[in-house]
Antibody
Framework: EVQLVESGGGLVQPGRSLRLSCEAS????????MYWVRQAPEKGLEWVSG????????GYADSVKGRFTISRDNAKNSLYLQMNSLRGDDTALYYCAKASRSSGDMDWFDSWGQGTLVIVSS | QSALTQPRSVSGSPGQSVTISCSGT?????????VSWYQQRPGKAPKLIIYDVSERPSGVPDRFSASKSGNTASLTISGLQAEDEADYYC?????????FGTGSKVTVL
């Protein structure tokens, strides 16, 4: 059974940094691309970032480009999201999601974690 | 990367059919056969119900069907059941990125 467990969320002041983690189990982590998707309170889903199986391909939403960095450690079955220069509109539940393919192109999100909540406020 | 447009809410009685539209552009929905749909019940993570425009993952009831025409994708729920009450989101590939729809709340009357 695929399991994705996010951690690292919390309350952080505007302008500060936070690093989210996602620990994966139940599948061959290094065979699949991985993603971060967020959902602001009472709002819709927003794709944040994705990374290919070998970390060669990465992509970001315009809203986070230059501030967030996605990475993965296949030896640890873990996905990360380094979030810098946080703003109030980054407040959201951040989901880790598994791809159906290795590259991340023309993909879909076939398994999701339960999310970790990030609140950006002074 | 503007969100795809979905109706805010859709409703139907048990047993009826409802259809949710997902309108995009030639840069996303119309440009790729890569549309997926997700069901999100309150307080829960999203669940994949459709991929590659019209394919259903194993375990998803066949009352869920989907299609695409031009820049608009559609999800149809036939034989509506109480358990189908949830939020539904479309998602399209858009050249090295992905864009979600605005979301539609399905209410079973």
């Amino acid at each position: 059974e695929v399991q994705l467990v996010e951690s690292g969320g919390g309350l952080v002041q505007p302008g500060r940094s936070l690093r989210l983690s996602c620990e994966a189990s139940g599948f061959a982590f290094d065979d699949y691309a991985m993603y971060w998707v967020r959902q602001a309170p009472e709002k819709g889903l927003e794709w944040v970032s994705g990374i290919s199986w070998n970390s060669v391909g990465v992509g970001y939403a315009d809203s986070v480009k230059g501030r967030f960095t996605i990475s993965r450690d296949n030896a640890k079955n873990s996905l990360y999201l380094q979030m810098n220069s946080l703003r109030g509109d980054d407040t959201a539940l951040y989901y880790c999601a598994k791809a159906s393919r290795s590259s991340g192109d023309m993909d879909w999100f076939d398994s999701w974690g339960q999310g970790t909540l990030v609140i950006v406020s002074s | 990367q503007s969100a795809l447009t979905q109706p805010r809410s859709v409703s139907g009685s048990p047993g009826q059919s409802v259809t949710i539209s997902c309108s995009g552009t030639s840069s996303d929905v119309g440009g790729y056969n890569s549309v997926s749909w997700y069901q999100q019940r309150p307080g829960k993570a999203p669940k994949l119900i459709i991929y590659d425009v019209s394919e259903r993952p194993s375990g998803v009831p066949d009352r869920f069907s989907a299609s695409k025409s031009g820049n608009t994708a559609s999800l149809t729920i036939s034989g509506l059941q109480a358990e189908d009450e949830a939020d539904y989101y479309c998602c399209s590939y858009a050249a090295s990125s992905y864009v979600f729809g605005t979301g539609s709340k399905v209410t079973v009357l």
